[in-house]
């Protein structure tokens, strides 16, 4: 009886099976019939770890993408190749310049084409400490999902990742790197998603913490001057005191020693009838929650003085135009934060603040060869 059953069962597994064709063995990420060739050469990469000044806060650790020495090279090459844009023409580092702190030096970034995108390039340095999401509006949660979009955002770099793909599989010296940092045996198996965690490892080793301001606050190694003490203790970090008199207190959302809280909130830019006529939503783009259209994230300042023009849109041309905006205390959106409250100063304290501003500059960061150029 028992063998009747198998053999029936055998008979109709059978007869399933010579009807349907064999599925094809599936490879996760492979491309379409590449055989690819075998890789040599080292493959135990060593781990990394981020080290940063005790005053600094504590790098947020991604435990899906472990740093590795050899990972953060190829991230290197990989940042700043122009093999990884269209025609091999277009590199993160045409928008991301080290001597401007990573950004671009442009009101809107422009990409391969010469087509402006609707934001301005954002500055890459201490990212590692961002807990709240990339872009102006947080909209990739992760650093190493970020990088898939420029690369075929048809303004940035405009490009087929499976093209790219094809090229770093078919080039002379990545896949023995790719080895080298993933342990990988095949060309096939480098992946888009391992040369975007290659690419967000190398960011993560951007810190910049070595500025005037750290040497005189943090480390005692610089004396601050008295106009930049003013700018500090009376302008920068003061809100109401004494009760009454409207101070900038700027600290309140871009304190020390980040100098941006990264949280998402209008800091009174727009002047709009209503909550739904932002130009740019924003926050309210990713979340769908109208409260947060016009919000945007609340960016580092260091380094400030580097990466004029300013806001998600480059609307600012200079760091005074930023003070006037910030004194008029925005235009009563109903979402606009509370401490966007408007305040006068004369020249000496604009000075003073400015002074204060431009001390927040890391040539240490600017210059550090181990974020520069491979090639
Ligand atoms: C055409 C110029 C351009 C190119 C090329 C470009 N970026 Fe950007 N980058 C931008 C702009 C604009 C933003 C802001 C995007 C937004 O908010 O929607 C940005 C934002 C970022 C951020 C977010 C930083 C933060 O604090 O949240 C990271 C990280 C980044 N880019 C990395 C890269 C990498 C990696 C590449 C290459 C794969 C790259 N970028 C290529 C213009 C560019
Ligand atoms: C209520 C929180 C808040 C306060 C207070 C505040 N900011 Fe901002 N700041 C933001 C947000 C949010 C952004 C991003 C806005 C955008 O781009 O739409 C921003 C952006 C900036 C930028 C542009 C950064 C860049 O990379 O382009 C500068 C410069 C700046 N703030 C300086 C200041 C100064 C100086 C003060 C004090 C006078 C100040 N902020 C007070 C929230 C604040």
Sequence with gaps: ?????????????????????EPPMPCLGCPAGGEGRLITGPSAATPFELEVPDFMPRPILDESNPMTEEGIALGRRLF?????GRDSAFACADCHRQEKAFTDGLALAVGIDGLESPRSAMSIVNLAFNAEGFNWDGSSE????????????????????????????DHTDYPERFRAAFGIENTNEITQELAVKAIAQFERTIISADSHFDRYFYLNTEFATEEEQFG?????????????ALHPGCGHCHNRPSFGDNKFK????DDVASLDDFPDKGRGGVTGNRFDNGKFRAPTLRNIALTAPYMHDGRFA????????????GHGVENEDPNITGFTLDEREKSALLAFLRGLTDETMLTDERYASPF
């Design 1 to 21: 009886m028992k063998q009747l059953l198998l053999l029936s069962v055998l008979f109709t597994l059978f007869v399933a099976g010579s009807c349907e064709p």
């Design 80 to 84: 700043y190749d122009k093999i990884m």
């Design 142 to 169: 992760q650093l190493w999902e970020q990088a898939i979009h420029p690369v075929e955002n048809m303004l940035e770099m405009d490009e087929d990742w499976e093209r790219v793909l094809g090229r770093l599989r």
């Design 232 to 244: 500090a203790d009376s302008l920068f970090f003061v809100e109401n005191v004494p009760v009454g």
């Design 266 to 269: 209008n800091n009174g830019l």
């Design 318 to 329: 200079t760091l005074e135009e930023v003070l006037d905006h910030y004194a008029t205390g």
